[in-house]
């Protein structure tokens, strides 16, 4: 059974580098038709996609925040990771990571679809 | 980028009513729309991918149809367990814009 588990400090002082990381458990980070997530959702807002990584390294990110992102992959600890830069309290928010579904073309991946499994969320406060 | 709105942004129905919630694409997006549930205080559940196909283990209450633009999202019967949030997301392509959303409750 597929399960995503985000860590990190939930705790980021304003200006600083918010940094979190998703393990996957029960399925593989290189599985050939996924794709790998974040999501946000501020305190009572709705949901905001971050970026999605393949585990080649291929990245996807919002164009409003990717001055400031970085997604990256461990294959050999089947975790993919979030990094933020120059965070100010508008960036609380909770953080999901989750799998996002490709569909298999053959001799290509589709880009990234739906997001089928979600992990349970972490809160990040950016406060001094 | 392609917006993504959502009528109405809440309702309120008594248990049994049919429930329908729309989503709207600004640009034509085919049928590459994908449905989601957020329960208060708990983690978005996909119900619905390729504008009308039916997650695995969904209630058959739940329906999706639309392409192009204008997608709905319809609760054939509405139930106390369906008191949630219902998020639309577009993935024809980069960004993967989800819609404001709309909240649903129990008259």
């Known amino acids: 059974q597929l399960q995503l588990q985000e860590s990190g400090p939930g705790l980021v002082k304003p200006s600083e580098t918010l940094s979190l990381k998703c393990t996957v458990s029960?399925?593989?980070?290189?599985?050939?038709?996924?794709?790998w997530g974040w999501i946000r959702q501020a305190p009572g807002k709705g949901l905001e996609w971050i970026g999605t990584i393949y585990y080649s390294g291929t990245t996807y990110y919002n164009p409003s925040l990717q001055s400031r992102v970085t997604i990256s992959v461990d294959t050999s600890r089947n975790q993919f990771s979030l990094t933020l830069n120059s965070v100010t309290a508008a960036d609380t928010a909770v953080f999901y990571c989750a799998r996002q579904m490709g569909t298999d073309l053959g001799a290509v991946i589709s880009p990234p679809n739906w997001f089928d499994t979600w992990g349970q969320g972490t809160l990040v406060t950016v406060s001094s | 980028d392609i917006q993504m709105t959502q009528s109405p942004s809440s309702l309120s129905a008594s248990v049994g009513d049919r429930v329908t919630i729309t989503c709207r694409a600004s640009?034509?997006?085919?049928?590459?729309l994908a449905w989601y549930q957020q329960k208060p205080g708990k983690v978005p559940k996909l119900l619905i991918y390729?504008?009308?196909t039916l997650q695995s283990g969904v209630p058959s209450r739940f329906s999706g149809s639309g392409s192009g633009t204008d997608f709905t999202l319809t609760i054939s019967s509405l139930q106390p367990e369906d008191v949630a949030t219902y998020y639309c997301?577009?993935?024809?392509?980069?960004?993967?814009?989800f819609g404001p959303g709309t909240k649903v409750e129990i008259k």
């Open positions: 640009q034509g997006i085919s049928i590459y």
């Open positions: 997301q577009k993935y024809n392509n980069a960004p993967f814009t």
């Open positions: 390729g504008a009308s």
């Open positions: 029960g399925d593989s980070i290189r599985s050939r038709s996924y794709y």
